[in-house]
């Protein structure tokens, strides 16, 4: 599924990253029902370099988004993430190619032993 660079930038928002602020992550391109959920955690490393937040969701039961960005010192944005249920056994790794992400298919328990 296709996700929007600039809908993965919004996540941290300086207003979007307080503890149970709402989050919702269109994905595939509106096609499939937006992620949402209710920030759990936020992280930041290296002055601010690498974030991380955990959203919980409230759209998807026991569906967990873990997403970090990483800023390289050209300002260049990267992403990286995983949406896992261990209710429903999904799970979701998000990756880039040609400056555009997708979330792809992975199996659980495999993602789980890496």
Known sequence: MQVDKQDLLNIFSATSTQKNQEVKLTLATG????????MEDVYSENNGQVRTVNVQSTNFKGAMLILSSVTDTDGTVSFVGRIFSYQHGDAFELQEKNNQYFWVKKNLHEMITE
């Open 31 to 38: 096609k499939a029902l937006p992620f949402t959920g209710k």
